[in-house]
């Protein structure tokens, strides 16, 4: 017998609908088999042929794959000469990545709070974060949404420091008509199976300063290189290399570059089909009572990574958790996207307050992704909204 939703009656859908995930198809499993048949599995070919393409989507100059978006973070802040004493500045809302990569160098990260209608980092909160160790600054496009790009870049040049944009988000988006990736001192991204794109795992740094390059290059395979420019003491036999620095096996393998790639020729429909989903959301939601959508900076042309709903406690009389639970009855199956990371035991160790950011945490307390992805049928979709609203009417004050 079918069991009832919380909220009473059938489910909303039957069969689960996932938050995220991938989708596959004929051409990305021939460009892996093709891989799986050449003579090249690491080290060959597609690694450059990914990169041109990506520097194509970008608008950037230059762009090194690597083997997760967190390896693009780290060698990025590696790049950025990020040490012991120096202060970095990024978000608490964000995966612990944009954080650890700090933290990996010996730098510490500083969180500065969010602009509680757009979820993005405040300008005004990283400013006054600024002191004499900041070094950089990493904005993370949350949920693909550019960040108010023009403000903070201001505020690095005003105060000599680098701006590492956090990209995991935003492969597609655009700020004031030109791709994310070709704007900052460098920019990462991710391809996991939730984004846009994938390659199962990788991840990309991208930027338009050649110094910045070859230190990404270097800080991606061992700090190993061939190039006598390059080299302390160059010589001509065939098999000779140096290693000029500590460097990291953070190479991304033919077999996942392949298949990003092919992804990458789908970017535009991947796009469109998101844009879709997140404008009938936002018609769905924009007047039903007890849900807050996330407003957009007209400068940004979104491409979604995740759809935001946050619950209002004057208008809803039940907890995000019972909230959450209603949608799994419902076969709708959400996640949260993040505890502020400052609140994670390893960073309360290390003495940061819980409080830092009220913002942050108020909007944590609050919030559920729901359901985004590619594949996402316009019949789902509707039984996402459906499932919303009837748990909305259920607790309505």
């Avoid at 949608?327 to 994670?344: D, F, K, S």
């Amino acid at each position: 017998m079918e069991k009832p939703a919380i909220c009473g009656g059938s489910p909303a859908c039957d069969t689960p609908i996932q938050y995220g995930r991938q989708y596959i198809d004929d051409a990305d499993i021939r460009a892996v088999s093709d891989v799986l048949r050449s003579d090249f599995l690491t080290c060959g070919p597609q690694i450059p042929a990914l990169e041109e393409k990506f520097c194509k989507v970008t608008g950037a100059k230059y762009a090194v794959a690597v083997s997760n978006g967190t390896a693009a973070l780290h060698i990025a802040c590696i790049a950025a000469g990020i040490g012991p004493g120096d202060e970095v500045i990024t978000t608490p809302i964000t995966f612990a990545a944009s954080a650890n990569c700090v933290s990996y160098c010996g730098g510490t990260p500083v969180f500065a709070d969010i602009d509680p209608e757009t979820y993005n980092m405040d300008p005004a909160a990283m400013e006054a974060c600024i002191t004499p160790k900041t070094k950089a600054v990493i904005p993370v496009h949350y949920t693909g949404q550019a960040v108010a790009y023009d403000e903070i870049a201001a505020i690095c040049q005003k105060h000599g420091l680098l701006l590492i944009q956090d990209a995991a988000h935003a492969i597609g988006t655009l700020y004031k008509g030109q791709p994310i990736g070709s704007l900052a001192d460098m920019t990462c991204f991710s391809s996991h199976p939730v984004k846009t794109v994938t390659s199962g795992e990788g991840g990309v740094v991208t930027t338009n300063d050649e110094v910045l390059y070859q230190k990404l290059l270097l800080a991606r395979s061992h700090g190993i290189t061939r190039d006598h420019s390059q080299m302390s003491e160059p010589c001509d036999d065939p098999w000779y290399y140096e290693m000029i620095s500590l460097g990291y096996n953070y190479r991304l393998t033919e077999i996942q570059a392949a298949l990003f790639s092919s992804q990458l020729d789908k970017l535009p429909v991947f796009s469109k089909r998101r844009k879709e989903i997140v404008k009938r959301y936002n018609e769905a939601f924009r007047d039903v009572e007890g849900i807050i959508v996330q407003k957009e900076i007209p400068s940004s042309d979104t491409t979604r990574h995740l759809y935001m709903i946050q619950l209002d406690p004057d208008i809803l009389t039940c907890s995000r958790r019972q909230f959450f639970d209603a949608m799994t009855a419902e076969n709708i199956h959400c996640q949260v996207h993040y505890i502020p990371v400052y609140r994670l035991p390893y960073y309360q160790r290390l003495g940061y307050p819980k409080g830092l950011c009220p913002k942050a945490e108020r909007l944590y307390e609050r919030i559920l992704s729901i359901p985004l992805y590619y594949s996402l049928t316009d019949r789902q979709v509707e039984d996402v909204i459906l499932a919303v609203r009837k748990i909305c009417a259920y607790y309505h004050k």
